[in-house]
Each structure stands twice: as structure tokens, then as C-alpha cells.
């Protein structure tokens, strides 16, 4: 049997700073949601003046990369290309803005943000993530 890692509290509260000090540095009113491998809500904050749709947005692109294994803007590619069966997936947010947590090639989770352009919904999400420093080995 073989072990790997999961997100604790801990985590989910350095992702979460991290990724609300980056939307506040840019003055971008958004909503950040972090998500358990399963899609599972972990967090989410609205930030003053981010829409209440942003909300529902933020989770669903969340985890739409938890649950795929890849970046939500993934999908919204596929469909723009012309696929647009791909409507149909059981996923709830195909829009750039949702980014999985990997570490040792298993996705442990994800962060999803909604408020700003998608490409910086995605900063912010990858802003969180960096706080982990998985990249670094750190887990």
C-alpha cells in the first residue's frame, strides 16, 4: 500500500493567506475557495466587493481541477477548439481559474478563484499554491 499527502488545516490557511494577499496586493475583489482531492470545499472567502455568483464560480472551477487532475482552464480550451459536447461533463466551473494541488504526481486538492480575469483568477490560485512549497519538496 502505498501513502501520500493531504492537505491539513495548516495548509489550507497558508494557501488561503497567500492567495487573498495576492487578490489585496492587485486590489482585485474576488472569491478564493481550496478544495479537497475529492472537490470537496475546504474554504472560501468573498472578499469585499466580489460578486455573490464569484462564490459558486470559485468552488465549481476548484474542483473541476480537483476532480480532472489538470487546470480548469484545461477544458475551457477543449470547448473553445470546438468540442462542445464537452458541455456535458460532469464538472462545474470550465473556466481558467481553477488550479490542482500536486504533490509527487497525486492531486491533493485545488484552489479556485472567480472575480477577475480568468488569467488572473489563475494568478491568484497559483499565488496560493506557491505558499505551499511543493515545489521546493516541502509538503
Same mark, same amino acid.
Given at each position: 500500500?502505498?501513502?501520500?499527502?493531504?492537505?491539513?488545516? @495548516?495548509? *489550507? +490557511? !497558508?494557501?488561503?493567506?497567500? &492567495?487573498?494577499?495576492? /487578490?489585496?496586493?492587485?486590489?482585485?475583489?474576488?472569491?478564493?475557495?481550496?478544495?479537497?482531492?475529492?472537490?470537496?470545499?475546504?474554504?472560501?472567502?468573498?472578499?469585499?466587493?466580489?460578486?455573490?455568483?464569484?462564490?459558486?464560480?470559485?468552488?465549481?472551477?476548484?474542483?473541476?481541477?480537483?476532480?480532472?487532475?489538470?487546470?480548469?482552464?484545461?477544458? @475551457?480550451? *477543449? +470547448? !473553445?477548439?470546438?468540442?462542445? &459536447?464537452?458541455?456535458? /461533463?460532469?464538472?462545474?466551473?470550465?473556466?481558467?481559474?481553477?488550479?490542482?494541488?500536486?504533490?509527487?504526481?497525486?492531486?491533493?486538492?485545488?484552489?479556485?478563484?472567480?472575480?477577475?480575469?480568468?488569467?488572473?483568477?489563475?494568478?491568484?490560485?497559483?499565488?496560493?499554491?506557491?505558499?505551499?512549497?511543493?515545489?521546493?519538496?516541502?509538503?
Amino acid at each position: 500500500m502505498r501513502t501520500r499527502a493531504v492537505l491539513t488545516d @495548516e495548509d *489550507v +490557511i !497558508r494557501a488561503a493567506d497567500a &492567495a487573498v494577499a495576492h /487578490a489585496r496586493a492587485n486590489e482585485w475583489n474576488v472569491t478564493i475557495a481550496i478544495v479537497d482531492d475529492g472537490g470537496h470545499l475546504l474554504y472560501l472567502r468573498r472578499l469585499d466587493g466580489a460578486a455573490p455568483i464569484s462564490a459558486e464560480i470559485a468552488h465549481g472551477k476548484a474542483r473541476t481541477a480537483a476532480l480532472g487532475r489538470k487546470e480548469s482552464k484545461l477544458y @475551457e480550451e *477543449v +470547448i !473553445r477548439q470546438g468540442r462542445t &459536447a464537452f458541455l456535458s /461533463a460532469p464538472l462545474t466551473a470550465m473556466l481558467e481559474g481553477g488550479v490542482p494541488i500536486v504533490v509527487k504526481g497525486d492531486v491533493i486538492g485545488a484552489v479556485g478563484v472567480s472575480g477577475v480575469k480568468s488569467d488572473q483568477d489563475a494568478m491568484i490560485a497559483q499565488a496560493g499554491i506557491a505558499a505551499l512549497r511543493i515545489a521546493q519538496g516541502a509538503e
